[in-house]
């Protein structure tokens, strides 16, 4: 028995916001049995967007139940079904999480009619439910509602029942046995659960607690990779349990590492558990007018031109930058010595060092050391990124070159506001790491990506 499921929500996590709407269409492999609908109470505002979005508004919740209230009535009804979504990790992890906070774990077989979709009808320029449902000849009433939608995935699952040569469907409900030897403490039911989706996983002791955190691009595969051939016996021996956040962009996968192992300092995380010291590059005029730099360490109250996380990384930009722009070594704190630097003598520095070269002439060949490269002091923009499916884009809030929030935005949604978009962003603690990853990632995204919030509100 199926139970295909799909929720209204105040937001896009799971973590932060409550389902406002549920609605499960129950299907028996042959044909639609019945469905079950609510709308729920979230005990919290509606989002002017979401009520924009859905048609849902605080008056039509007002005398609803609460999911509390519905808990043990929803649970006898989806109890022992294979649970089915239209990208079924949204969906299940709302539901898991609100069954979570009235104490019960709910941990089903899943399926999602994205995922079958694109295996059992191939070669569609899309797999949105909408554009899917259109090229099936499948009738959508009530758009973002929980009934019309998951209405819709119903008979979609049972086009894929029917299609399904292969036993495509019958493969992803019972999961593959992996040919490696897994921890000892790790069934082949947790393995199967494993998605092949890009995020942060965690691996955790018998007691639950977090020994090592990693990305992936594909969790399953890298969760291969640890324990086929050699691995760390010790961390083989200690796993129990393995769990996930899909992020859907790389690079987010990658920021959220370093912030999580920076805020769980993991047992078997080693290259990000030394606490980083931010190195910057400062600039000053000597008695004489010549701009001066100097790689240090970042002290409170005194800001760099530019951050880094290592003496190295701010040091070889220093030197390729005075190579490249002709400046003079010992202004630039590379060469030590009380004359003239080394260079002048070669030909390669025009003079500053031994007053040869004015320095008005010589700060404007400095100033473009960082021009263009600033401290980000300030600086506030949003990076589109992919999402967790086709549906969605994942959107990550830069203040000052850290990430400052994150979160998932619906591609179908018109979102006319700034504060719209902000509404679904889970804001961060600022780890330095990410501003590092951040700058080497930044020259790689195509400009439209990239959206500057300075000057707006």
């Known amino acids: 028995m199926y139970a295909i499921v799909d929720i209204e929500t105040t937001g896009g996590f799971s973590a932060q916001h409550r389902i406002i709407e549920i609605a499960v269409v129950f ?6 049995t019945g469905h079950y609908e609510r709308l729920l109470n979230p005990r919290r505002s509606i989002p002017s967007f979401i ?80 554009r899917l449902c259109e090229s099936r000849g499948i009738t959508v009433t009530d758009r973002h509602r929980a009934l019309g939608d998951a209405w819709a995935t119903a008979l979609l699952f049972g086009q894929l029942l029917r299609e399904d040569g292969t036993g495509e469907i019958a493969r992803s ?28 996983y965690y691996f955790h002791d018998r007691n639950g607690k977090v020994i090592y955190v990693g990305k992936a ?52 995380n080693r290259s990000l558990k030394v606490k980083a010291t931010s190195w910057g590059i400062f600039a000053y005029q000597d008695q004489q007018g010549y701009q001066r730099f100097q790689v240090s360490k970042i002290f409170p109250g005194i800001k760099p031109l530019m951050t880094f996380t290592s003496h190295t990384e701010a040091w070889k930009l220093v030197s390729d930058k005075t190579e490249e722009l002709a400046l003079c070594p010992k202004l630039s704190g590379i060469q ?42 300030g600086e506030r923009f949003l990076i589109k990124d992919q999402g967790r499916n086709r549906e969605e884009e994942a959107v ?20 006319q506001e700034i504060e719209e978009v902000m509404h679904f962003l889970k804001p961060v603690k600022r780890v330095v790491e990410t501003q ?22």
């Not at 299907?27 to 639609?32: F, L, S, V």
């Not at 060092?353 to 263009?372: F, I, M, T």
């Not at 990550?396 to 018109?414: K, N, P, R, S």
């Open 336 to 377: 030590k010595t009380s004359g003239a630097c080394y260079d002048y003598q070669l030909g390669k520095c025009t003079g500053a060092c031994c007053g040869e070269e004015s320095p008005d002439a010589y700060n404007q060949k400095a100033a473009q050391l960082w021009s263009g490269r600033s401290s980000q002091q």
């Open 217 to 268: 691009v594909n969790i399953r595969s890298r969760f291969d990779s640890h324990f086929s051939g050699k691995s760390k016996i010790s961390l083989k021996s200690e796993i129990c349990d393995i769990s996930y956040e899909l992020t859907g962009s790389e690079l987010l996968a990658l920021l959220l590492e370093a912030m999580e192992i920076k805020r769980l300092w993991p047992k078997y």
């Open 27 to 32: 299907h028996d492999g042959e044909k639609i």
């Open 396 to 415: 990550l809030l830069v203040e000052d070159g850290f990430l400052a929030a994150f979160g998932y935005i619906d591609q179908t949604a018109q979102c």
């Open 173 to 200: 409900i019972k999961g593959k046995e992996k040919a490696l030897t897994l921890p000892p403490n790790i069934s082949h039911e947790q393995y199967r659960q494993i998605p092949c989706a890009t995020g942060v």
């Open 51 to 130: 009520t924009g979005l859905t048609g849902i508004d605080a008056h039509m919740l007002s005398e609803a139940p609460d999911f509390a209230q519905v808990a043990d009535e929803l649970w006898t009804l989806l109890e022992g079904k294979i649970f089915v979504a239209h990208n079924v990790s949204f969906d299940y992890n709302f539901v898991r999480q609100a069954f979570e906070q009235e104490k019960k774990s709910y941990k089903p077989k899943r399926l999602c009619t994205v995922r079958l979709s694109r295996k059992i009808f191939p070669g569609l320029r899309s797999y949105s439910l909408g």
């Open 436 to 457: 590092a990853l951040l700058q080497s990632y930044l020259t790689k995204l195509p400009a439209d990506r990239i959206i500057p919030l300075n000057g707006m509100q």
